[in-house]
């Protein structure tokens, strides 16, 4: 059994990682843990490093914009996070990344040949 298959087995709640960079940390790490709390997720550990992000469902930020306000880059990490099974949540917008922008996704994925 892989790594992932046989964490999955394990857990009750899903999982979540809190994403924070920029200013107020702090504040963007509370309002993620509020959300966590009020959806049923389970908070992992908080990260200001995006290559840090594994094993978990759901990646929680306050705003796109803490990803990367660089557009291609923001899609381009959105997207490989998606093929590792991790769904994109922004608090803010209070909507999951992967479906509401699936139109873009495609488009930068036909951009970058993939």
């Known amino acids: 059994m892989t790594e992932k298959v046989a964490h999955y087995f394990r857990k009750n709640k899903a999982e979540a990682v809190i994403y924070v960079r920029g200013a107020n940390k702090e504040m963007q790490e509370m309002a993620c843990k509020a959300y966590a709390l009020d959806n049923n997720y389970e908070v992992l550990y908080t990260t200001q490093h ?65």
Do not use: H, T
């Not at 929680?60 to 381009?76: A, C």
């Open 50 to 114: 995006i290559e840090d992000v594994k094993l978990c469902d759901v990646l929680l930020i306050v705003d796109p914009s803490r990803i990367s306000r660089d557009q291609i880059e923001y899609y381009k990490i959105v997207n490989e996070l998606n093929e590792k099974g991790i769904k994109v949540i922004s608090i803010v917008n209070q909507r999951d990344i992967e479906e509401s922008d699936a139109l873009a996704r495609r488009l930068y994925q036909k951009f970058n040949n993939k």
